[in-house]
């Protein structure tokens, strides 16, 4: 008899615990600094990819995860500022995509392989999880994406609006919304 009890008792705890996570929405941020000051200008992209199947945590969901970004998709909620960014940062290297993997994923840190410019490095990211969210933050170096030109042009472009100054280090991260289904 003790061993049914036990027996009935798991099955309904493996039963209760099957749960699904899945990707509902996605918004990649970047936030990049002009002036001495090194004064933040963010924004999002509109046409952003994703590949996550399904799983049985966040953390499972994230790892293995796909993003695509069309470079020609920048959002600055200023158009102006977008047609420039388009023209004389992205298109001076012909950068039109920009891609990522999840590599790894722990309760605080995401590695995510992240390819501009033909150039792929491991970006470490902090992450956080919350009931129906994943957050990530962190930062790029133009530099090590072999950028520099295209910042070199957008610096040029935008002399005396960025007082002859645009930084090399790009903060960067995502949010995804999830939802989760429990049988």
């Not at 499972?60 to 920048?74: H, M, N, P």
């Not at 009931?131 to 005396?160: Q, R, V, W």
Request: glycine fraction near 4%; hydrophobic fraction near 40%.
């Amino acid at each position: 008899m003790k061993s049914i009890v036990i027996s009935l008792l798991t099955a309904t705890f493996i039963m209760a615990g099957e749960c699904t996570y899945k990707v509902k929405d996605i918004d990649v941020t970047w936030e990049a600094y002009k002036t001495p000051a090194k004064i933040g200008v963010d924004g999002t992209f509109e046409a952003i990819k994703l590949s996550a199947l399904p799983d049985k945590s966040p953390e499972a969901l994230l790892e293995g995860a796909r993003i695509s970004i069309d470079t020609q998709s920048v959002n600055s909620k200023n158009s102006s500022r977008d047609a420039k960014l388009v023209k004389f940062f992205f298109n001076v290297q012909g950068v039109k995509t920009i891609t990522a993997e999840v590599k790894r994923v722990d309760k605080e840190r995401a590695d995510v392989e992240i390819t501009i410019n033909d150039v792929t490095k491991i970006v470490p990211m902090k992450v956080e999880f919350d009931e129906d969210a994943i957050e990530a933050e962190g930062y790029i170096d133009l530099a090590d994406f072999d950028m520099l030109p295209s910042l070199e042009s957008i610096t040029k472009a935008c002399f005396d609006l960025h007082k002859g100054k645009t930084w090399q280090d790009v903060k960067i991260g995502f949010d995804i919304k999830t939802s989760e289904k429990c049988k």
